[in-house]
Structures are given as C-alpha cells and as structure tokens.
C-alpha cells in the first residue's frame, strides 16, 4: 500500500512562524520569559535581605536581558542569574550604592539650594539641575553599561555620563517606552508585578546595546 506523502506549504498556517501564529507564538514566549526573569529579580533581591541583593539581582537581570538582546543562544535562566548574582555581587552594590549616594546627595543639595536665598542662589540651582538631568541620563545606561564593560569605578562612571549625553536620542526613546510601560501599569496593577523589573531591563537594554554599537563600543551582532 503506497504511503501517502502531504506537502504543507507556508500558507497552511503549520509551524508557520512568520505569518501571525508565529508573531503569537514568539510573543508568548518573550512574556513567559520576561515574567520568569521578573520573578527571579524580586526573589534573589529578598535573598539578599533586599539592602544588599537588590544591586547583584539588579546585576543579574541586566546579564541574562543583554544575552537575550544579543541573541547569544539558549540561556539556562536560573543558573545564569544565579552566577551573574552570586559572581557579581560586591562589584554590583559597589557600583549601585555609589550612584545612589551620589543621587541624594544632587538631590539634598538641590532642595537646600533652591529653599536659600543668597547671591548666586539661582545660578548655583540651574547648575543642580544640569548634573541631575546628567546623573538621570546616565541612570538609564548604568544597568546595561555594568554588564557590558569592565574598569575602575570613577572612570566607568565618567564613561557612562559622557556615553549618555552622547546618546540623547536613545535616552528619549527609553523615556517614552518607560512611560508608556507605566501607564500600562497603572491601569493594569498585576501587570507591574509580574513585568516591572523585566520590562525595564528590556527596554533599557535594548536602546542601549544601539547606543554602544553605533558609539562602536560593541561590535553589530550578525545578521
């Protein structure tokens, strides 16, 4: 008895991964991934006592979100955020305690500053409210930035500011993509559970590993 052989063509919608069951099916895979990589930021920064795993779980997150971005192959989620965690830990509260204390103390100047009256006063508040929009910029690299490069903490710092005044126009496409998510939020609360971490680390990563390509810090990756 002749076996009888069926031929399934592009349009028979089988395994069709570039028509819309495709774009469904990838779509699906980078939420489950998202919030997967969500729910693994919010437990290992608890393991940490919250103080001191928040900046290695941040760390973390950012590793595993620049291997996806780059599309390094298949990525064993857990294991590699927990050796990015783990192998990363003191460099990523060095590097995030740092930034911290320099944002309150931009902040801490600028309020004590605008609420003086002296010579100077006004002039001494535009120059706080250049660093702070600097500082602000540079928050938005400093995450993807950290898992990129290597070096000592003042040069990475002054490397990342000069970086992210060099890339407004990156800057302004996370701005937008950032607000948008949180107005997402905002009307979906569960949503932000389970995708507030991920999806910053996505989007900030994204437009930033364009900024270190076309900055030609990091080569393109192939086509």
Known sequence: MARSHKTYKKGDGLMDESGLRGYALRLCDWLVRLAALNGLWLVFSLL??????????????FAVMKRWCLKEGDVPLVRTFFQEWKGAFWRANIV????????????????????????????AA???????????LGALFIGPA???????????????????????????????????AALLF???????????????????THFSLKAFQRARLLPHPAR
């Open 48 to 61: 940490g006592g919250v103080i001191v795993g928040f900046f290695p779980a941040m760390y973390a997150m």
């Open 96 to 123: 995030g305690f740092t930034v911290a204390l320099v944002g309150a103390i931009l902040v801490v100047d600028y309020l004590i500053v605008f609420n003086l009256d002296f010579p100077g006063a006004a002039a």
């Open 126 to 136: 535009v120059l706080l409210m250049l660093c702070l929009f600097v500082y602000g």
């Open 146 to 180: 950290l898992v990129v490069f290597d070096g000592a903490l003042i040069p990475f710092l002054k490397n990342v500011a000069l970086l992210a005044i060099a890339s407004i126009r990156y800057a302004v496409f996370m701005s937008v993509f950032l607000c948008l």
């Open 186 to 204: 905002v009307l979906v609360p569960p949503a932000g559970f389970c995708f507030a971490g991920s999806l910053f680390a996505w989007i900030t």
